[in-house]
């Protein structure tokens, strides 16, 4: 097989959608899933290249420029009668790549397939719509040739053939996430495509999945050979805020007497609004007013974050927030929070603005009758004047509470063991006037944008390949 794939080359015909007889004037669009991939490709940490020929229209040519600009990608001119200058221009421009050079082409252009099959390269063909293979479309090998029906196949495809080259030594990586989560993830180096060197619940009782995380689910369940990193029964009691506020309540085994206490915050489920004992249940639970409210389900929905900060009781029954909810203990904490990111064996921590005491949020609220502040937590967050944020310090001015790195390093670990996820983070505030470090939320596979990329991407990748070979081994 050779070198893994260390370049890509997209021929035009698999990026401008084609065009009918009488539309020959019309403007060139480009196909479906072409933009997804030029994204996908942009940080795949392999050179990426677009190629025309010289009777493509001067529009055309514009279009695919712009397109190669956008991404950051060259243009080289290659046609059947031009692929020795074309291979000579790619090999200037790209030098020792340290690997093969890939090119994808449309069966459209059968013309050039005699060539491109004697000139060493790795030659994938998309079929055209109709043309699809009855093996449901998957990439298939067929003479010196690779097959896909989708431009979505590609990423796939090269992980397939890298894997080959490296003769299976090396593992792939599949994820789901939201498209602007992968963005930041991929920018960050954290999803390449050339092989990186790196030293039990019912859940349909409880969490209802998207219909795609189901079918990935039913998918990795007739995958005997797939390695998943965090399965989904390990993620459930993160999406479920009652679950993990359960959890945290062992927390109370790490305290020694004379040092800081770590705990949960005190909560109460709520499954209507309207109950008639709801205050007296409030305050069996140590809960004081006043308290932010949050739907038990954590993400994967509709206003999974929609989340209030309640500062009297009547004020719940024409509550917004979706239920079942999770009312919880408002923690005054100077407006500063520690996100805290777990990534395998190693803790990163990073401090934050955040909402303020609970007496400048009753100022705030008092100009609209004291009614419950209603924000998402995604986009916008109550927050404190600078006289409050402590900035990145380590204490607290007002209390001279400090973060205890080791007693929160203790609780990571001991989360990690509890939960048996390998990528999660969570975050704490100090209350004060006790002193008392209050675990507040938790959630999986966060950005950690804080920690700086030099030292989260090795540290993600490393995670990963420990328990890929930890799994792997039984």
């Given at each position: 097989m050779g070198a893994a794939v260390g370049g890509v080359i997209l021929d035009e015909s698999v990026l401008l959608a084609p065009q009918h007889d009488d539309d020959l004037h019309a403007n060139s669009s480009v196909q479906s899933g072409a933009e997804s991939l030029l994204r996908k490709l942009r940080h795949s940490k392999i050179r990426v290249g677009i190629s025309y020929g010289l009777d493509l229209s001067d529009h055309k040519v514009s279009l695919l420029k712009r397109m190669a600009t956008l991404y950051s990608y060259d243009c080289f001119i290659l046609n059947a009668s031009s692929l020795d200058d074309a291979q000579n221009e790619i090999f200037l421009a790209w030098g020792d790549i340290g690997g093969s050079i890939l090119y994808l082409v449309s069966d459209k252009k059968k013309e050039v397939f005699p060539k491109l099959s004697n000139c060493g390269w790795l030659v994938v063909v998309l079929r055209s719509l109709g043309q699809e293979s009855a093996d449901g479309g998957s990439a298939c090998e067929y003479s010196s040739m690779v097959y896909i029906n989708k431009l979505e196949e590609l990423p796939l495809t090269v992980c397939h053939l890298n894997r080959k080259?490296?003769?299976?030594?090396?593992?792939?990586?599949?994820?789901?996430?939201?498209?602007?989560?992968?963005?930041?993830?991929?920018?960050?180096?954290?999803?390449?495509?050339?092989?990186?060197?790196?030293?039990?619940?019912?859940?349909?009782?409880?969490?209802?999945?998207?219909?795609?995380?189901?079918?990935?689910?039913?998918?990795?369940?007739?995958?005997?050979?797939?390695?998943?990193?965090?399965?989904?029964?390990?993620?459930?009691?993160?999406?479920?805020?009652?679950?993990?506020?359960?959890?945290?309540?062992?927390?109370?085994?790490?305290?020694?007497?004379?040092?800081?206490?770590?705990?949960?915050?005190?909560?109460?489920?709520?499954?209507?609004?309207?109950?008639?004992?709801?205050?007296?249940?409030?305050?069996?639970?140590?809960?004081?007013?006043?308290?932010?409210?949050?739907?038990?389900?954590?993400?994967?929905?509709?206003?999974?974050?929609?989340?209030?900060?309640?500062?009297?009781?009547?004020d719940f029954k024409d509550l917004s927030v979706p239920l079942p909810a999770v009312v919880q203990e408002y923690v005054d904490h100077s407006s500063t929070l520690y996100k805290f990111y777990v990534l395998g064996e190693k803790v990163f921590y990073a401090v934050k603005k955040s909402t303020p005491n609970a007496d400048i949020l009753m100022k705030l609220s008092e100009s609209n009758g004291l009614k419950p502040l209603v924000f998402d937590s995604l986009k916008s967050l109550p927050t404190g004047g600078e006289d409050q944020h402590r900035g990145d310090s380590n204490c607290s001015k007002a209390t001279n509470h400090c973060i205890d790195l080791e007693l929160v390093t203790d609780a990571a670990n001991w989360l990690m063991r509890m939960l048996d996820l390998t990528i999660f983070g969570f975050d704490v505030v100090i209350q004060e006037c006790t002193g008392d470090h209050v675990i507040v939320d938790v959630n999986y596979l966060p950005s950690f944008k804080e920690v700086p990329d030099d030292i989260a991407i090795p540290a993600f990748w490393s995670a990963i390949k420990k328990k890929f070979e930890s799994r792997k081994s039984k």
């Open positions: 080259a490296l003769r299976n030594t090396a593992a792939t990586v599949g994820y789901v996430m939201k498209p602007s989560r992968e963005e930041d993830f991929a920018k960050r180096g954290a999803f390449p495509l050339y092989p990186t060197q790196n030293g039990s619940s019912n859940l349909s009782e409880r969490v209802a999945y998207t219909r795609g995380m189901r079918e990935l689910q039913r998918y990795m369940e007739h995958q005997p050979d797939c390695c998943v990193i965090d399965p989904f029964n390990n993620i459930y009691p993160v999406v479920d805020r009652l679950k993990i506020q359960e959890i945290l309540l062992g927390l109370e085994n790490l305290n020694t007497e004379g040092h800081c206490t770590i705990r949960a915050p005190h909560f109460l489920k709520v499954d209507n609004f309207h109950e008639h004992d709801l205050v007296q249940r409030l305050s069996e639970a140590k809960l004081s007013l006043p308290s932010i409210v949050k739907p038990q389900v954590a993400c994967g929905v509709a206003n999974a974050h929609t989340m209030a900060i309640v500062f009297r009781t009547e």
